[in-house]
């Protein structure tokens, strides 16, 4: 295989920088593996509407603001008597009857950001918003607590910036088969017999090759770990719930992964967004309870918390073509058997008092929400990840 080409193809190589000698024994792995907690995060990309989501049925201001763009009263699945679910959230509308859902509202940060980029960046780092970093808030927890690559996986084809650390980064990859048979490409199997050879350490690429040689294991670590587990439940047929069916299969095969990350796009609605929600909420919501239902089959979901957020929310006045513009503050979803306050963990913004754009104030910012899964959940020192001290919620 030419040179470029594999480097440019190569999963291994575009999400692996990792510092060598990572590589574990993977002895009792099963074993070991058992009350591992996980987090897996879902991505809402393009900013999906939350006004929509999470639903204020009976405020007039509402529907004055949204005329042919909100959703019917009737139509909303109620919570309690003032605010609902969007109705294809019905499979969502389970969980939280069953009390493994948290709902966070008005959740955004101080100077928000409307470009989809640098709001992304944002949340993805976890820094102010006149601050930049190479840096995600993922990549900094595997820099500093990360025993080796497969730490975190993210299900795709390429690495989120939230994935990448300063010195390590997690593995991105589709399906546990593609990522070993990539591994055992004749030229990636050539440069792991020169290894050793000095021209290539001393080579500017020498580290990156070496990189490439050592992710073999994880690799092969993660295919053989995971290859006799398959789906107990059927998934939706889409992109998303084949990210799921991975994910949950990854999990209850108890990979030594605590972090997953996967994503849903198309939420940029700014044109007719009625049926692009209705559409895109569906999947999310079949998908959802479709992977809760494996992982509790799998006897692995009281170890796993689900995190779901997106970039921002949308202006509460539907724009001109019958969709919504970027906004800021949003909803949150936990989704969990650990949850300490399940349901609606604070109300929902005053639409009455909004800011000089027309928009939802926030309230919580998001990185209290990561300090608070870092220390309850993952157990490890948020500020060192963070780099500076944020309040903890109460919602684990």
Not at 54 to 63: G, I, K, T, W
Not at 67 to 84: F, H, N, Q, R, Y
Request: aromatic fraction near 12%; charge should be positive; avoid cysteine.
């Amino acid at each position: 295989m030419d040179r470029r080409k594999f480097l440019k193809q190569s999963s291994l190589a575009s999400s692996l920088f990792f510092v060598p000698s990572f590589v574990k024994a993977f002895e009792n792995v099963a074993s070991s593996s058992l009350g591992y907690k996980r987090l897996v995060i879902i991505q809402l990309s393009g900013g999906n509407d939350g006004l929509n989501t999470v639903v204020p049925f009976e405020n007039d201001l509402y529907y004055k603001e949204r005329p042919s763009l909100s959703i019917a009263k009737g139509d909303v699945l109620k919570l309690t008597d003032e605010i609902g679910l969007h109705p294809s959230l019905a499979p969502l509308n389970r969980l939280y009857d069953k009390g493994l859902l948290t709902i966070i509202n008005n959740v955004g940060y101080p100077n928000p950001n409307r470009s989809h980029f640098r709001s992304m960046d944002i949340w993805q780092t976890a820094v102010d918003s006149d601050e930049y970093s190479q840096s995600g808030w993922i990549g900094r927890y595997i820099d500093n607590y990360g025993d080796a690559p497969y730490t975190a996986i993210e299900i795709n084809e390429s690495l989120s910036l939230a994935m990448k650390g300063e010195t390590k980064n997690a593995i991105a990859t589709q399906d546990a088969k593609s990522l070993f048979n990539l591994s055992r490409d004749p030229y990636f199997k050539n440069l792991q017999g020169h290894k050793n050879d000095t021209h290539l350490s001393e080579h500017n690429l020498g580290y990156l090759y070496k990189s490439m040689i050592e992710a073999h294991s994880s690799a092969k670590y993660i295919y053989e770990t995971s290859k006799t587990v398959s789906a107990k439940k059927e998934y939706p047929k889409n992109k998303f719930g084949k990210q799921l069916k991975t994910t949950a299969q990854f999990i209850n095969s108890h990979l030594e992964t605590k972090v997953y990350y996967a994503s849903l796009n198309g939420f940029d609605t700014h044109v007719n967004q009625l049926p692009t929600q209705k559409r895109l909420l569906s999947q999310y919501a079949e998908g959802i309870e479709t992977f809760v239902q494996d992982l509790k089959a799998g006897g692995t979901f009281d170890d796993t918390l689900i995190l779901t957020f997106s970039e921002f929310g949308r202006r509460v006045k539907q724009n001109a073509s019958v969709g919504t513009d970027h906004g800021t503050a949003n909803n949150l979803f936990i989704i969990g058997n650990q949850l300490r306050k399940p349901g609606l963990y604070n109300k929902m913004a005053n639409l009455s008092d909004l800011d000089g754009n027309g928009d939802l104030k926030f309230e919580i910012d998001f990185r209290t929400i990561y300090a608070t899964v870092l220390n309850k959940w993952l157990e490890v020192n948020d500020k060192k990840i963070l780099n500076k001290s944020f309040k903890q919620l109460n919602f684990i």
